[in-house]
């Protein structure tokens, strides 16, 4: 929707006292974060082919043997595999995470994950321009104020219907909170109750659980997905 004259003259008149109250919390929480900094690139960087492999294993082969993979080198992700269904598969590094997760830094975090053409035109142009940033030595502060300029020039995407993903793999790590986790697929919708999603994991031993995130905490028009994880009961 639009905004009106004077709701948008009243948002610009805040938003440099915004950016800079988030910038200085994010200094703030790094300061006792697990992780305050960016550990050497080295740490981050996969041996070329086992990356490969590890990000096809988010999907099942029927989809992931025909889908780009999409592996990170010393100057950003890059292209490893040409795919042939529009499904893109990748190994996501920590800095996908929101930008105050206390993981954000963490060198072993791995989440291999294998987007449908939905999901991989809104996903994967924040990952890429997060690694952009990052590569470039941003700091979270500039990172942040760097990715709002983005979605406020509309240089980033916006969410379609019909996104979801796979991270159906065994062998990632996905956060020191919750290591390997549960396989599980994520759906991807504007902001909604998770019990509206019930009907979408009814699935023998299978339960759905919600989880609402921000696409990017710098955006300021309130965009919102929301993760709904099928996974196994127990």
């Not at 050497?40 to 029927?62: F, G, K, T």
């Amino acid at each position: 929707m639009q905004r009106k004259a004077l709701r948008t003259i009243a948002l610009r008149s805040f938003a440099p006292v915004v950016v800079l109250a988030a910038a200085w919390q994010v200094q703030a929480q790094d300061a006792n974060a697990p992780y305050p900094s960016m550990a050497p690139l080295d740490q981050y960087l996969m041996e070329r082919n086992a990356e490969i492999a590890l990000a096809r294993s988010a999907a099942p082969e029927s989809i992931s043997q025909d889908a780009e993979v999409m592996v990170l080198g010393r100057h950003g992700y890059e292209t490893a595999a040409k795919g042939k269904n529009g499904f893109v598969c990748v190994v996501e590094r920590s800095w996908s995470a929101g930008i105050d997760d206390p993981d954000f830094w963490n060198p072993k975090l791995r989440a291999p994950i294998c987007f449908n053409p939905p999901a991989a035109r809104f996903n994967l142009p924040l990952t890429i321009k997060k690694t952009e940033l990052v590569l470039a030595a941003r700091s979270k502060a500039q990172m942040f104020e760097d990715i709002k300029a983005a979605f406020d020039k509309k240089e980033l995407p916006t969410l379609e219907s019909g996104a979801m993903c796979y991270m159906m793999s065994k062998q990632g790590y996905l956060s020191d909170r919750d290591g390997h986790w549960h396989p599980h697929l994520m759906f991807f919708a504007p902001l909604t109750d998770p019990a509206a999603w019930a009907q979408a994991c009814r699935f023998p031993g299978f339960r759905v659980q919600g989880h609402s995130e921000p696409t990017d905490p710098v955006s300021d028009s309130g965009r919102q997905v929301v993760g709904r994880h099928c996974r196994p009961r127990g």
